[in-house]
């Protein structure tokens, strides 16, 4: 009994391998290349397949999403014969797994080989500054010759970027010497106009100022004349409208003289004409004054001799000619005679 046993738990194993090596189970996005007897027979896609156990065998599980793959740093001579050091990223996706599988050996080191020696007949047509700012440029020369290349592949490159692009050590020192002086030069640039617009600005306050201060003292002059003015009008209407005689006229000119004569520079007085008649009312009035009070009004005071009119000075010169000496304070005859 014992061998029948045996050799009915090996036939029970052998059944259980043989399902599970019939059945098989392929992931979401993946594909797998089934050979018969070494020979392509089919693709299992995603979910529960059926093979021949013992006759059909997995060659290949390919990975069906989007990969990245980032390749070392690669040494490219420009045009202008300069060393610089780029480092590329490659976004590709396997579309058929069966040329991914039987057309290139290695299809992730045949992508990397592609890239650096499209990368390098791109980069040689070019000059260094041209190649630091032309990333967009080379990215989708790089991407087209790469796609068209690895389409017979069953490989489709979404993107190609540049990660890094590194100029030799002395182009960087020169780089960032001229990157120093055109931001001294800018921020020269822009002191200088800040300073401009600050002179400018505050020239312009101090016009706006003098003007408005100039404006501010005319009006201020003109309301002064007009207050003068008015002032001057009322003086005047209350003068005329109290109608002062002659001896009113003469105190107040009286009243003026000290007024007149105060400060160290008054040299000389000018006497109008007019004093000389408004001192005869004035004397007049005291003289009558007088004499009521001495003789009671009885006997009239006699009138001063009446003095010449017009300008006093013209008078003086046409009694006493030039060359002669006026008369002393004490009468008596001039010492020029007449």
Known sequence: MQPVII??????????????????VIPQASAAIVERFGRYTRTLNAGLNIVVPFIDTIRNRVDLR???????????ITQDNLVVEIDTVIYY????????????ASYIQAIEQLTVTTLRNI????????TLTSREEINSALRGVLDEATGRWGIRVNRVELKAIDPPVSIKDSMEKQM????????????????????????????????LTAEGEAKAAVLR???????????FDAIHAGDPDQKLLAYQYL?????????????????????????????????????????????????????????????VRRDYPQGRDY??????TPRGGY
Not at 93 to 104: I, K, L
């Open 7 to 24: 050799v009915l738990i090996v036939l029970a194993v052998l059944v259980l391998v043989a399902v599970i090596r019939t059945v098989q």
């Open 66 to 76: 989007e990969q990245v793959v980032p390749f070392p740093p690669q040494p490219v």
């Open 93 to 104: 996706q396997v579309t058929d797994a069966r040329a991914a599988t039987y057309e290139v």
């Open 123 to 130: 980069i040689g047509g070019m000059d260094l500054e041209r």
């Open 180 to 211: 120093r002086a055109e931001r001294d030069k800018r921020a020269a640039i822009l002191q200088a106009e800040g300073t401009k617009q600050s002179q400018i600005l505050t020239a312009e306050g101090s016009r706006q100022a003098a003007i």
């Open 225 to 235: 004349a007009d207050g003068e003015a008015q002032a001057i009008q009322r003086v």
């Open 255 to 315: 009243q003026m003289l000290p007024k007149i004569a105060e400060g160290d520079a008054n040299k000389l007085w000018i006497v109008p004409s007019e004093l000389g008649k408004a001192l005869e009312g004035l004397g007049g009035a005291i003289g009558g004054l007088a004499g009521m009070n001495d003789g009671g009004g009885a006997k009239a005071a006699t009138p001063p001799p009446a003095r010449p009119t017009g300008d006093p000075v013209r008078q």
């Open 327 to 332: 008369p002393p304070q004490g009468g008596g």
